[in-house]
């Protein structure tokens, strides 16, 4: 492959199993696929290399465990030959797989984060690729979640329920709280359009 083999792109956690989860009805990005796809197009054409993480949780039974057969990128996304797929069962995508091993060998020093959920999968892998020394773009609008309950709510509540408790944070202050946690420390806060220069 040829281009600027000192970039990566990485497609966290945008798999089928969100599309299952109870959660899915609540997502801030229901559209997640179009913007991850025309990040995937554009570092196609420029060369970068793609990497593809996604995340399990082997013998839980639920979404997220290989055996439901959920755990494999959303519809309308598909890995190319040579672009690596990752399968992680940490928040980020580096503590328990290969990936800064690969981007070292690769001689990759400039990310790209898109994916779900903004707060955690990918704030946690962009927080841990700065840690390690590569320069991180986090590409907001290429990501998504949910709301998260409060620490003092009960387990196991409706979705309904989740919705109706004031103290439920929303998606827009997730993002937000998001974007200001990483900007000038961990990443830079990007759009698509400034990514692919079509802004």
Known sequence: MN????????VV???ESFRRHELWPTISNPDIV?????LVEHARAEGDLLVWVLHTEPGSGNVFDPASGHVRPMAGLTPGEDEPVLTKTAHNAF?????????T???VRKLAVCGIRTEQCCETTARVAADLGYDVD??????ATNPVAHRDAPPG?????????PRTLGTGELVARTEYALSGR???ICSVAEVTGSD
């Open 3 to 10: 281009g600027n083999r000192n970039r990566a792109l990485l």
């Open 105 to 107: 060998r690769r001689g």
């Open 13 to 15: 956690d945008v798999q």
């Open 138 to 143: 986090f590409v907001t609008d290429a990501t």
């Open 34 to 38: 179009t913007p991850v796809s025309t």
């Open 95 to 103: 503590t328990t797989t290969s990936l800064d091993r690969m981007l």
């Open 157 to 165: 509540r409706s979705v309904d329920d989740l919705l109706a408790d």
């Open 186 to 188: 961990f990443a830079t």
